[in-house]
C-alpha cells in the first residue's frame, strides 16, 4: 500500500500565482483533511471532507479551495499565491466512524508539501 | 484555557532516562485522545490511541485524567531513536473527526 501520497514534494511560488497540491490515499477512507505547520503554530486544519461530494472549511480556510470527487483524491488548491502561505503542508485520512468520539482511528498522513511563496 | 496545551520542553535526557510529558485540553467531552510523534522534517505518525483510563505499548505508557481534563505520555529506558517532537492530539469537537494538534514538545535523548 502506497498509503497517503502527496505531490510535489516541493514548490516555490511567485506571489499572485495559483496551483493545486495533489493528495491521494488508497486505503479507502472516508475522511480526508488538509494541515498546514508553521513553525511555533504546530498543525492547522485548513480543510476536511467525510465522504466523496462533501467538504468543509477548518479554522485557517482563506485562501484555498477544496473538492472531493472521488474517495480517493482530495486536491488543495491555491487560488492566489501569497507570502503568508509559505509553510509545510500536509495531507491526512482516516476512516470515519458513526461512533467518532469513541473512534481510535487516527489519521495517516502523507509526507508533505513544502510550499515558499515569494 | 486553550484547546490543547502541552509542556514547552524542550527535554533533553540521557539514554535509559524515564521522562514524562504532560498535555492539557478543554473539551470536557473529549473521549479519545492521540499521542503522534514527529521527527524533524517528516510527517507526524501515530504513536499511541488514549481512551479509558490509558494505553501501554512496551516503554510507551499514556494514562488520561478526565477529571482533570489532561494526558501524560511516559518513556521508559530512552533510546536515541526516542528523539522527535510529540504531539498531543484531541478532538475539536463532539463527532470525533476534526483533532486538535498540540503545539508538541521536542525530547532529545542523549548518549
Known amino acids: 500500500n502506497a498509503g497517503v501520497t502527496q505531490t510535489p514534494k516541493f514548490q516555490v511560488l511567485k506571489t499572485g500565482q495559483s496551483m493545486t497540491l495533489q493528495c491521494a490515499q488508497d486505503m479507502n477512507h472516508e475522511y480526508m483533511s488538509w494541515y498546514r505547520q508553521d513553525p511555533g503554530m504546530g498543525l492547522r486544519l485548513i480543510h476536511y471532507?467525510?465522504?466523496?461530494?462533501?467538504?468543509d472549511q477548518g479554522e485557517v480556510p482563506n485562501g484555498y479551495n477544496v473538492s472531493r470527487s472521488t474517495t480517493e483524491d482530495f486536491p488543495l488548491r491555491l487560488l492566489s499565491a501569497a507570502p503568508s502561505q509559505t509553510s509545510v503542508y500536509f495531507c491526512a485520512s482516516s476512516y470515519a466512524t458513526s461512533t467518532a468520539i469513541f473512534s481510535n482511528y487516527g489519521y495517516t498522513f502523507g509526507s508533505g508539501t513544502r510550499l515558499t511563496v515569494v | 484555557r486553550k484547546e490543547v496545551e502541552q509542556d514547552p520542553g524542550p527535554f533533553n535526557v540521557p539514554e535509559g532516562a524515564t521522562v514524562a510529558f504532560n498535555c492539557t485540553y478543554s473539551n470536557s467531552a473529549s473521549q479519545s485522545f492521540f499521542w503522534y510523534r514527529q521527527d524533524c522534517r517528516k510527517e507526524p505518525k501515530l504513536l499511541m490511541s488514549v481512551y479509558s483510563s490509558g494505553n501501554e505499548d512496551g516503554r510507551f505508557t499514556a494514562q488520561l485524567n478526565r477529571a482533570s481534563q489532561y494526558i501524560s505520555l511516559l518513556i521508559r529506558d530512552s533510546k536515541l531513536s526516542d528523539s522527535a517532537t510529540y504531539l498531543c492530539?484531541?478532538?475539536?469537537?463532539?463527532?470525533?473527526?476534526?483533532?486538535?494538534f498540540g503545539p508538541g514538545t521536542r525530547l532529545s535523548v542523549l548518549p
Open positions: 471532507s467525510v465522504g466523496a461530494g462533501i467538504t
Open positions: 492530539v484531541v478532538p475539536r469537537d463532539n463527532y470525533g473527526q476534526n483533532f486538535v
